[in-house]
Every structure is written in C-alpha cells, then in structure tokens.
C-alpha cells in the first residue's frame, strides 16, 4: 500500500512544481533573462530535487526556460520578433473565426458570451489583473471553439500561457487599459450578435493595437 501510495503521489508534486514555477515565469516573479539555480528553486518551493528536475524538462520544452549545465536556469524572455509572430498568427486565426459565427450565435452561446463579459466588467472594477487576464483569453477561447473548428483552437490554446505572460505585461505597464480591452470585447460581441461585418474589422484593430501598445 505504501508503495502505491508513492508512486500516485510522484507526479502530483511533479505537477505542482510545474504550475508554481510557470506561474511566476508567467507574472514575471522570476524576471525575464535572470538566472536561478535548482538550489533557489528548492528553497522557494520547499520541495525536493526530483520533481523540480521534471518540471523544468516540461517548462523548457514548451519553450519557459533554458537549462544550462553552465549558467544554470534562464528564464526565456519573450522576443519582439516572437510577441509580434504571435499577434499576427492570432489576426489571421482569429479573423477567421469571426467571419465563420458573425450572425450565426446561438442563445445559449450569446449566454456564454454575456457571461464572460460580466464577469470581466467585474474583474475592471477591481483593476484584477490576473483575473481580467483570464477573462480576456476566455472571451477569444469562446470564439474559436464556436467557430468550430478544432485545429485553429488547439493551435490558440498551446499559445495561451504565452498570451497569459504577454497579458500580463501589457496590463502591469498600465492596468487602466483593461477598460479600453473590455469595452472593445463588448463591441466585438455586439456586431457578432447582429451580424454585422464590422466584426472582422473590430478584433482585428483590437489585436493590432494591443500588438503596437506592448510594442511602444
């Protein structure tokens, strides 16, 4: 029973040395381009060697870090070439989707939809923004899966921690501009609901000033 006991625990804890460090990679806790040692990790997560070892394998495969026998643990900053790459992936896919579902929501969606942009409202009123961060790539998620199509919201979906960290960076620069992104969310939703063309034109200005603002 012990034996089983461990081996279930195992990649529980693998798991959980993952999500903390993503998630201060992501916040930016461990800042872009500094350098930590399994040491630090091991005193600031409390865990042992082992599962921070597999965390990181993950976290430098998806491109988070770089494990050097030299230098130790880099934390991968994002590139401008990298942030723009993935902003204008994202107008191509995302214009797209909303061409497929502009006039064609379904209550139940709509449902969703207005859901979502309360709760970000919510998030705005609180200046949230972790929260408004998730909100936000929540709203664009909502589009791709009624869209329909599975491969343009499997593609979205293995960027979103990517769009989570550049989120982030976007909001911590000034947090007021969540306002401007809700109020655009809300217009994109309404000529959405109606079917009005202007839709395209909406998310595509969303993304391209979101691309420009993190780029001034």
Not at 33 to 53: A, D, H, N, Y
Not at 188 to 203: F, M, N
Request: hydrophobic letters at 35%; glycine letters at 4%.
């Amino acid at each position: 029973m012990e034996t089983k006991t461990r081996t279930a625990a195992a990649p529980l804890l693998k798991d959980v040395a993952y999500q903390q460090i993503k998630e201060r990679i992501l916040d930016e806790s461990f800042a872009p381009g500094s350098f930590l040692s399994e040491r630090e990790l091991i005193e600031v997560l409390q865990m042992s060697k082992t599962p921070i070892k597999s965390a990181l394998v993950r976290l430098e495969t998806e491109g988070f870090v770089t494990v050097s026998s030299k230098q130790g643990i880099i934390i991968n900053p994002l590139s401008i070439d990298q942030i723009i790459d993935i902003y204008n992936l994202r107008i191509a896919l995302e214009t797209y989707n909303c061409n497929q579902i502009s006039g064609k929501l379904t209550e139940e969606q709509c449902r969703l939809l207005e859901k979502n942009l309360s709760d970000t409202a919510t998030k705005c009123e609180h200046l949230d923004i972790k929260g408004f961060t998730s909100e936000d790539h929540a709203f664009h998620l909502l589009l791709c899966e009624f869209s329909g199509n599975r491969e343009i919201y499997r593609v979205l979906l293995n960027y979103q921690d990517h769009l989570h960290r550049i989120t982030l960076r976007h909001l911590k620069k000034d947090p007021h501009r969540m306002h401007t992104f809700y109020q655009e969310h809300v217009e994109i939703y309404e000529s959405l609901k109606s079917g009005d063309q202007r839709a395209v034109e909406l998310i595509t200005d969303h993304l391209q000033t979101s691309k420009q603002k993190l780029l001034d």
